[in-house]
């Protein structure tokens, strides 16, 4: 009976374990699965972002493209237009007549004439500043000159004008002490 209990406990625990074990490896897979679908979703809805990008940029190529080969026609035309005018101007030149080439001749040396006109203009008007304000100078300087030469003489002249003024003081405080002072004969001339 042991034995039977313990057979039918044994077969209990591996009953048991295999239940435990279907457990875990159901747990695992799901667990694993999810994060492998998530891993794989992330990296498709990186791949989505990265064709939607590439996308963006093959029609931004092809509006270029189209540009590109509006410009170039645009280019050739233009091109075509400046080889024809080219072609105008050299028969236009030849269609001058001496008249005309002599004409357009005088016409640039009285072009030429008329500007070195202005520019001996402007040469004489700096020359005339110069001299003027080289004259102002020189006018300045014998002005500061003579002012001060003057003031000087005034400086002096006051001078005088106080030695003689003690002088005379002098002469008058004689006069009021009674001494004749003679007089010279130049004040009767």
Same mark, same amino acid.
């Given at each position: 009976r042991?034995?039977?209990?313990n057979?039918?406990q +044994?077969?209990? $625990?591996?009953? &048991?374990? =295999?239940t435990?074990?279907?457990?875990? +490896?159901?747990? =695992?897979?799901?667990?694993?699965?999810?994060?492998?679908?998530?891993? $794989?979703?992330?990296?498709?809805?990186?791949?989505?972002?990265?064709?939607? =990008?590439?996308q963006?940029?093959?029609?931004?190529?092809?509006?270029?493209?189209?540009?590109?080969?509006?410009f170039?026609?645009?280019?050739?035309?233009?091109?075509?237009?400046?080889?024809?005018?080219?072609?105008? &101007?050299k028969?236009?030149?030849?269609?001058?007549?001496?008249?005309?080439?002599?004409?357009l001749?005088?016409?640039?040396?009285?072009?030429?004439?008329?500007?070195? =006109?202005?520019?001996?203009?402007?040469?004489?008007?700096?020359?005339?500043?110069?001299?003027?304000?080289?004259a102002? #100078?020189?006018?300045?300087?014998?002005?500061?000159?003579?002012k001060?030469l003057?003031?000087?003489? #005034?400086?002096? $002249?006051?001078?005088?004008r106080?030695?003689?003024?003690?002088? &005379?003081?002098? &002469?008058?405080?004689l006069?009021?002490q *009674?001494?004749?002072?003679?007089?010279?004969?130049?004040? *009767?001339?």
């Amino acid at each position: 009976r042991l034995k039977e209990e313990n057979v039918e406990q +044994i077969a209990a $625990l591996k009953n &048991l374990h =295999h239940t435990d074990t279907e457990k875990l +490896i159901c747990q =695992h897979a799901l667990e694993h699965s999810s994060s492998r679908v998530a891993e $794989l979703s992330s990296k498709l809805s990186t791949q989505e972002i990265l064709i939607k =990008h590439l996308q963006k940029q093959v029609s931004e190529l092809l509006k270029d493209r189209e540009s590109l080969a509006v410009f170039r026609i645009r280019e050739e035309t233009l091109q075509n237009e400046v080889t024809k005018l080219l072609d105008e &101007l050299k028969a236009a030149r030849e269609c001058h007549t001496p008249e005309m080439r002599h004409y357009l001749t005088l016409d640039s040396k009285i072009k030429y004439m008329e500007m070195r =006109h202005s520019q001996r203009e402007q040469e004489l008007q700096q020359v005339i500043q110069q001299t003027r304000q080289a004259a102002e #100078n020189v006018q300045t300087k014998e002005t500061d000159k003579w002012k001060k030469l003057v003031h000087q003489k #005034n400086m002096e $002249l006051e001078k005088f004008r106080s030695e003689l003024d003690a002088i &005379l003081d002098v &002469l008058r405080v004689l006069q009021r002490q *009674g001494i004749v002072i003679p007089t010279t004969a130049s004040e *009767g001339y």
